[in-house]
């Protein structure tokens, strides 16, 4: 591991400041991602400015319903807050299907969204990754990429983001509040995360020591039922292959309205609008949510070895759909 | 750095390189062996211990990052030297072979039936939204996941939990 210093900051402002003399420096939360990548000599941060005891580790209502999460919030707490339990279960869903009980614990809620890809070229510092060192290529298109892109990749990076909860977060319109050197702002979670493009070392929009201080999730309305399903080669503890988180507005027998987010098959969490716009008014019928999501599908470029991600969309994306349109009001 | 740590009850003060792992400082600098270093990577959960109560991976906790937090090992699960029933049950039930993965096992246990206690529902919950959490097989599998047994003593483990759990 490189040397560096370490400072704990004592508000967000000052955790700003402290990032934006350093333009190697990051922020540190539970650090289970960045630790780790530490080690093996991938991030080099020369300075580490602590924010895990910032005062951003509530869930908070605010007066329009709005429910909104610290940043420093654990990917634990957020999955056992009664509120979301009851009002967002495809957040608690995602939150307890990814990682560990001990992971769980120390990772929050900024930190999850900014993990990166477990794309093995991009943790191997004795392969290219166009990533990791930009301009050095990327062995993942001819090499190993089963768990890697089968939507919105580019020649530079076939990379997946990792995030069970981004993608409900996704599903759910939820909207990014930061701070940085140039002042607060709010992103939507589904701008938040970059397509690789040819600059694929950047993950999100984010600037240097801007930092996540909460997650604003939108009230559902009433009738609204939500839920993520996850595909993986073991039943507990890994990533996905690919997932579905939705949201369904049912209304007599038909789909009033739909949001619909997918993991696993992109650099970001994949709104799928195609599937969103042909289901809204339709029927709820399982041959109409397959119909939707493989018109979503039909855009998706397969790699040698992912195509089997296509029809293990199609199937998640139709069974989580059934499910939620058959759940009792 | 100079930090304190306070572990098993007791405050430590130590010099540190900032890139100490708090499970380095508890092993090489503390002497402090129950915690152990499988992967190094926070994938096998042998380096478990409790923060504040809470069930972590101290290979990817750094040192100088947990001044604040209570540390409990396993080695300080046993008061005054008697056993702690989980420690207890994992002997009864045989529920180890070469022992390496076992420290970190029992502190995730105790920890993971606190979690069940506060109500924490998990990915296998019919109901996430109940008010108590029933620890059954398939539950104790899935809260236990992030602890791995290159042995697979998971047969013994299993009812050893539930034992305790029970009570």
């Given at each position: 591991m490189k040397p560096f210093r370490y400072q704990r900051a004592r508000d967000v402002r000052g955790a700003v400041d402290m990032l934006a003399q350093a333009p190697h420096g990051a922020f540190l939360a539970g650090g289970t991602n960045l630790v780790d990548l530490m080690r093996l000599g991938v991030a080099t941060p020369d300075l580490l400015v602590d924010v895990r005891r910032l005062a951003c580790d509530r869930i908070e209502e605010l007066p329009d319903g709005t429910l909104r999460i610290g940043a420093t919030v654990s990917n634990s707490e957020l999955a056992a807050d009664r509120r979301v339990r009851r009002r967002y279960p495809v957040l608690s869903q995602a939150l307890l299907s990814g990682a560990s009980g001990q992971l769980r614990n120390l990772a929050t809620t900024g930190g999850n969204l900014l993990q990166r890809t477990r794309c093995v070229y991009f943790q191997d510092l004795t392969t290219p990754c166009n990533k990791r060192e930009p301009g050095s290529g990327c062995p993942a298109r001819e090499g190993y990429h089963r768990e890697l892109a089968i939507l919105g990749w580019s020649q530079a990076c076939v990379a997946t983001h990792p995030s069970d909860m981004a993608v409900a977060l996704a599903a759910l319109d939820a909207v990014v509040r930061t701070r940085g050197p140039d002042g607060e702002r709010a992103v939507p979670l589904t701008e938040l995360h970059r397509l690789p493009?040819?600059?694929?070392?950047?993950?999100?929009v984010l600037r240097h020591g801007e930092l996540i201080t909460a997650v604003d999730l939108p009230p559902l309305p009433p009738a609204a039922r939500s839920g993520y399903r996850k595909v993986r080669?073991?039943?507990?503890?890994a990533f996905a292959l690919v997932s579905v988180a939705a949201v369904v507005e049912p209304a007599d027998g038909a789909v009033r309205d739909v949001r619909i987010a997918l993991g696993g098959v992109a650099h970001k969490p994949w709104r799928a609008s195609t599937a969103e716009q042909a289901l809204r008014g339709a029927p709820a019928t399982a041959e109409r949510f397959r119909a939707a999501a493989e018109a979503e599908l039909s855009a998706a470029r397969p790699l040698a070895g992912n195509a089997f991600k296509i029809p293990l969309v199609c199937n998640t994306l139709v069974a989580t759909l059934v499910g939620l349109a058959d759940e009792p009001p | 750095m100079e930090i304190t740590l306070r572990v098993d009850g007791q405050e430590r003060r130590l010099v540190v390189d900032t890139r100490t792992s708090l499970l380095d400082a508890l092993r090489e600098r503390l002497g402090i062996t129950s915690p152990k270093k499988g992967c190094d990577h926070g994938q096998c959960g042998a380096c478990t211990v409790l923060l504040g109560g809470r069930r972590a991976l101290s290979c990817l906790a750094l040192a100088v990052a947990y001044e604040d937090a209570e540390i409990v090992t396993a080695a300080g699960l046993a008061e005054g030297g008697d056993l702690h029933p989980m420690q207890r049950s994992f002997i009864d039930h045989d529920a180890?072979?070469?022992?390496?993965?076992t420290p970190g096992q029992i502190v995730s246990a105790v920890g993971m039936l606190a979690e069940a206690e506060a109500g924490w529902p998990s990915?296998?919950?019919?109901?996430?939204?109940?008010?108590e959490v029933v620890l059954d097989d398939a539950e104790i599998a899935e809260r236990m996941s992030g602890n791995l047994c290159r042995c697979g003593a998971y047969v013994n483990i299993r009812p050893a939990i539930a034992e305790v759990a029970r009570r």
């Open positions: 493009g040819d600059e694929p070392e950047r993950d999100t080669d073991r039943a507990s503890y | 180890l072979q070469c022992g390496y993965c990915a296998v919950s019919a109901d996430p939204d109940a008010d």
